[in-house]
């Protein structure tokens, strides 16, 4: 110890700095680690439940999990359970349902119109947005729409945005699941909207009215549907804007900073969020990151 006596008040120091790590209740670490799988299947009113091959490889190889384990499943309607592991087929997973697990339904009701972005951006805004609870997202093509994709190809596209979305829910602890739907054109994605939502449209050439002041506009108060529409890299075109205000969209700025396009529609859905919907209270349980 003699040797460590000139580096003594520098080891307490260091020693001191360390912060003492929260000691988790055995009831939370294991909420923690009990798996949260997705059931294609409406499970309202069931009390067995069969999962297909992909969930049987996760939870048998993955997760290595044997007959008699516990996990939760949900369906992405609201509807969530405990359940127990009843049996492995060759691809199949038989399980129990429980106890039902309470959710908390959403205060408002949020559409996303993302004009197709340049390869691979559409996987990070739809799985921002699917954290941050938009229930419809709608890809369309913008004029000005870098990325094209042939119409073959718009289901397969639409599917794999839903699987993200999906996995997005079951890692965010929600119970409902985002629904991506193929590929629209843009008057198609205006005629989505229906006519009492809050319908607004984002533009960087808009120098009256900003989404602070239409969200703290009193007409817009009780409004719990909001559809909003998001361009593409090189924004939208005079046309489409006039197109957006003769279906009933308001166009809106977000103020003098300029967003890329897969940062927008995340900065605007928690503006919303925060504003009117799952980050205006703490109503409903827990909050928190993963």
Known sequence: ???????????????????????????????????????????????LCELGQDNHKYLKQVLRLEQGARIKVFDGLGHEFEAVIKKFSTNRVALELGEKIETSGREIRITLGQALPKAGKMDVIVRGAAELGADVIIPFAAVRSVSRIASEKSPLKAARWQKIAREAARCCRSAQITDVLPVASFETMLSRACKQALKMIFWEEEDQKSIKDILSNQTWAAAKDIFI??????????????????????????????????????????????????????????????
């Open 1 to 47: 110890m003699g040797l460590l006596r000139p580096y003594e008040k520098s080891i307490r120091h260091l020693a001191a700095s360390f912060t003492v790590l929260r000691k988790v209740p055995e009831e939370e670490k294991k909420a923690l680690t009990i798996p949260r799988i997705f059931s294609p299947i409406a499970l309202e009113k069931e009390k």
């Open 229 to 290: 529409i998001v361009g593409p890299e090189g924004g939208f075109s005079k046309d489409e804007i006039l197109k957006a205000k003769e279906a009933g969209f308001i166009s809106v700025s977000l103020g003098k900073q300029i967003l890329k396009v897969e940062t927008a529609a995340l900065a605007i859905i928690s503006i919303i969020q925060y504003e009117k919907g799952i980050f205006s209270n703490t109503r409903g349980g827990k909050n928190g990151c993963l």
